[in-house]
């Protein structure tokens, strides 16, 4: 039992490159989120998923996009990446009820020079 | 407006020693909380969870109390060993499914 997949594990792009960064979980969990986490701070919701073919803002979505089109999966875009965006970026999936905890994958650290 | 925080940023503590680490929410709507273990280069992994209608909850060495008077929770590792070494995060769901989360204590735990 995998949980929550991310890949890549480490990017480094150049201003203005994009690139999506893909998330996988066989927990069957309905909902799924991005975050990133920064030095010094807690992990910021970029945007999240009710569930298939739904997707909404969360704290800070700006440069960023998303699509869940397959229940698994939960991809996140940065269209033209800026160095305002090198952080680590996590996965989470949990399941489509109140209180209950999120599983979270291992991270893709992403580095925008 | 709404913040989890915590008070020491940094913890270190002997093997074999009791570890506690502390969160002060700020909502008191609150309904849920979360206690996550950081380890270098992995992603938050689950530890153990409380429901505002409780004021402790244990696990295999891990007990969190809360306590809503002054909207405080904490995480106490019994017999702290040297692979407890981590940054450990608490969070709070501020209404279904959304979570909030502190910026995490880094523990040490000293051989």
């Known amino acids: 039992n995998a949980g929550v997949t991310q890949t890549p594990k480490f990017r480094v792009l150049k201003t203005g490159q994009s690139m999506t960064l893909l998330c996988a979980q066989d927990?069957?969990?309905?909902?799924m989120y991005w975050y990133r986490q920064d030095p010094g701070m807690g992990l910021r919701l970029i945007h999240y998923?009710?569930?298939?073919?739904?997707?909404a803002k969360g704290e800070v979505p700006d440069g960023y996009n998303v699509s869940r089109l397959k229940k698994q999966n939960f991809l996140l875009g940065l269209e033209s990446a800026a160095p305002s965006q090198t952080s680590v970026y996590f996965c989470?999936?949990?399941?489509?009820?109140?209180?209950?905890?999120?599983?979270f994958g291992d991270g893709t650290r992403l580095s925008i020079l | 407006g709404e913040s989890v925080g915590l008070h020491l940023p940094t913890l270190s503590v002997q093997e074999g020693d009791n570890s506690i680490i502390n969160c002060a929410y700020s909502?008191?709507?609150?309904?849920?909380f979360i206690w996550y273990k950081q380890e270098s280069g992995k992603g938050p992994q689950f530890i153990i969870d409380?429901?505002?209608?409780?004021d402790k909850r244990q696990g295999q060495r891990v007990t969190v109390l809360l306590n809503k008077t002054v909207k405080h929770l904490s995480l106490q590792i019994a017999a702290t060993q040297p692979g407890d070494s981590a940054v450990y995060f608490c969070?709070?769901?501020?209404?279904?499914?959304?979570?909030?989360f502190g910026a995490g204590t880094r523990l040490f735990v000293k051989a």
């Open positions: 989470a999936s949990s399941l489509g009820q109140e209180n209950q905890p999120q599983h």
């Open positions: 927990m069957n969990h309905e909902y």
């Open positions: 998923s009710v569930g298939e073919g739904t997707t």
């Open positions: 909502n008191s709507a609150s309904d849920y």
């Open positions: 409380i429901r505002s209608n409780m």
């Open positions: 969070a709070e769901n501020t209404g279904g499914f959304k979570t909030i």
